[in-house]
């Protein structure tokens, strides 16, 4: 069984920094496209960026981009998604998912279960 677990989250001022571990267990991951996705009350779920199955590169939605960075661990089944600079706005649960680049959360096949980030202006 395939497992992805989100750790990590918690309340933090705006401005503040917070980082996001994702572990994945059951499936070595080492070979999948990952990505971190979010979800405020009331709204869609949101792309926040994405990481290829080597950590070479990266992409960003844009209301994130300089402020957000996505990295693998050495292992590869570990993902971090590293916030800087919190607005207000980044307030929601994340989530990581695993199984493609692309910003369509049906393009995923993998999912953890989110980890609340909620930022205090």
């Known amino acids: 069984q395939v497992h992805l677990v989100e750790s990590g989250g918690g309340l933090v001022q705006a401005g503040g920094s917070l980082r996001l571990s994702c572990a994945a267990s059951g499936r070595t991951f080492s070979s999948y496209n990952m990505g971190w996705f979010r979800q405020a009350p009331g709204k869609e779920r949101e792309f926040v960026g994405s990481i290829s199955w080597n950590g070479d590169s990266t992409n960003y939605a844009d209301s994130v981009k300089g402020r957000f960075t996505i990295t693998r661990g050495s292992g590869a089944n570990t993902m971090y998604l590293q916030m800087n600079s919190l607005k207000f706005e980044d307030t929601a649960v994340y989530y990581c998912?695993?199984?493609?680049?692309?910003?369509?959360?049906?393009?995923?096949?993998?999912w953890g279960q989110g980890t609340q980030v909620t930022v205090s202006s």
């Open positions: 998912a695993a199984g493609s680049r692309g910003s369509d959360p049906r393009m995923y096949g993998y």
